[in-house]
């Protein structure tokens, strides 16, 4: 099976700051990548499909890049509602394998 | 609105079995594939299992294979899923997920249903 391995396990950075969080896949998945933020004690909220297109009603300093094996996600200016989880999940193919998230947090 | 609502989480003593149920509405629901998600707590996000609109395609994550089935009723706008054999590392909380049209990620999620296995 494919496995996704998020970088950094976690961050601190200041409010307006540039984040940027890594994803990668085992084997090449194209572009068949999601992320999803988890704020603390709430449901998970799909942010970007299709590695780079941003889901109806989610911030644009939200993005996505990549294909193949790597890929980012990256908040352009940081925001305090921005502190949460974020992990990414593969479905090229089951299993939906996802990323072991990645904590944000302000420092 | 879409809305899930899942329910029949509770204890259950390892080698049990439980029934977790779906309901959904706020949308047509044999038009969407469905996901079944849970997280143990503390930790991260585990995919679980994918089911077809007709329920003809079911998809399972190795470690549940042969224990948890899921299936739908259309008519009845739900889903299920079926434990058996349970074990501790089986507790979470598990969420049904709807997969979005384009059938590239779950783009809306249930409250979820906590699952305790323990004696």
């Known amino acids: 099976d494919i496995q996704m391995t998020q970088s950094p396990s976690s961050l601190s950075a200041s409010v307006g700051d540039r984040v940027t969080i890594t994803c990668r896949a085992s084997?090449?998945?194209?572009?068949?990548l999601a992320w999803y933020q988890q704020k603390p004690g709430k449901v998970p909220k799909l942010l970007i499909y299709?590695?780079?297109t941003l889901q109806s009603g989610v911030p644009s300093r939200f993005s996505g890049s990549g294909s193949g094996t790597d890929f980012t996600l990256t908040i352009s200016s940081l925001q305090p509602e921005d502190v949460a989880t974020y992990y990414c999940?593969?479905?090229?193919?089951?299993?939906?394998?996802f990323g072991q998230g990645t904590k944000v947090e302000i420092k | 609105e879409v809305q899930l609502v899942e329910s029949g989480g509770g204890l259950v003593q390892p080698g049990g079995s439980l029934r977790l149920s779906c309901v959904a509405s706020?949308?047509?629901?044999?038009?969407?594939?469905m996901s079944w998600v849970r997280q143990a707590p503390g930790k991260g996000l585990e995919w679980v299992a994918n089911?077809?609109?007709?329920?003809?395609?079911?998809y399972y994550v190795d470690s549940v294979k042969g224990r948890f089935t899921t299936s739908r009723d259309n008519a009845k706008n739900s889903l299920s899923l079926q434990m058996i054999s349970l074990r501790a590392e089986d507790t979470a909380m598990y969420y049904c997920?709807?997969?979005?049209?384009?059938?590239?990620?779950?783009?809306?999620w249930g409250q979820g249903t906590l699952v305790t296995v323990s004696s």
């Open positions: 999940q593969k479905y090229s193919s089951a299993p939906w394998t």
């Open positions: 299709a590695a780079s």
């Open positions: 997920a709807r997969i979005s049209m384009a059938v590239a990620g779950q783009d809306y």
């Open positions: 089911i077809k609109q007709d329920g003809s395609e079911k």
């Open positions: 706020g949308f047509t629901f044999n038009d969407y594939w």
């Open positions: 084997q090449g998945i194209s572009n068949y």
